[in-house]
């Protein structure tokens, strides 16, 4: 109840009339059944030009941090990300990492659709940076489509005058749905799990026209903060002189479709 509420009358108004954004692709979003998106992320708003321009519910995962604030704004806050409908996730690794990803596996078992931006945070220079392989191991565990999402112009800037941060027509490019299923039975092969991220950021980045910087954002963030130089290549595109990884055994696990 909170999500529409907070979508249809305030976000959707507020971005239609500030922003003025624009879609293309919406076509390729199922009207029913789980799905994930993936997209580039630019913008704190990210999150919110999304979920706004689609009609389907999207949940996102949030950091579990969010979800343990102390004092009443915490509580206020967790109680807001639970009404959204947010998941925690743990970012920490090992038994912690894998016990959230189930947490958060469960919303495409509920046939909605779960958002995800593979970077792992906002790129600090705008160009497109290496994505985590949790997305893709999270669509080969489900068996469900991946959607590719391109963020245009979703980054704020400051208003002369007022200095008011705005985004100037931002846009959402959205791709052909992609299917992974051949690699279902790989499990946890490191070279499918990176074979397949590389393929949804390359998708990502046909829609958004970023560079491509092979680096996690998160490793270059860490750098300009510590104040040390931190090397990085630019590539044509993920994955670009990787060996497409041999398909695995055949494997009649079912997808969430089938066991919802």
């Not at 922003?19 to 708003?45: C, D, K």
């Not at 999304?50 to 604030?69: D, Q, Y």
């Not at 996730?89 to 016990?99: H, I, Q, V």
């Not at 200095?163 to 490191?190: K, Q």
Request: no cysteine; hydrophobic share 45%; glycine share 10%.
């Amino acid at each position: 109840m909170l999500y529409w509420l907070l979508k249809w009358v305030v976000f959707l108004p507020v971005i239609r009339l500030l922003f003025r954004p624009w879609v293309e692709g919406r076509e390729h979003i199922p009207s029913s059944g789980p799905a994930i998106l993936v997209g580039n992320h630019v913008s704190a708003g990210d999150t919110y030009l999304l979920p706004a321009l689609i009609s389907r519910r999207v949940i996102f995962p949030a950091k579990a941090e969010a979800f343990e604030g102390r004092g009443f704004r915490g509580r206020v806050l967790k109680i807001f990300l639970e009404g959204i409908g947010m998941k925690p996730m743990d970012r920490s690794g090992g038994r912690a990492s894998a016990t959230s990803m189930v947490s958060v596996s469960q919303v495409l078992r509920q046939g909605q659709l779960l958002g995800i931006f593979p970077e792992g945070t906002r790129s600090p220079d705008g160009r497109l940076h290496k994505g985590k392989t949790g997305v893709a191991r999270l669509a080969l565990q489900a068996r469900v489509p991946v959607i590719p999402v391109g963020m245009v112009d979703t980054a704020f800037v400051r208003l002369p005058v007022l200095g008011i941060p705005v985004m100037r027509r931002p846009g959402l490019r959205i791709g052909a749905p992609l299917d992974f299923s051949r690699y279902a039975g790989a499990g946890n092969d490191r070279d499918v799990l990176r074979y397949v991220t590389d393929e949804i950021m390359a998708a990502v980045q046909q829609l958004s026209g970023q560079t491509y910087v092979d680096a996690y954002a998160s490793s270059v963030k860490a750098a300009a903060a510590e104040g040390r130089p931190f090397a990085v290549t630019e590539l044509e595109r993920p994955g670009v002189g990787k060996p497409v990884p041999p398909l695995p055994p055949a494997t009649s696990a079912p997808s969430v479709s089938d066991s919802a």
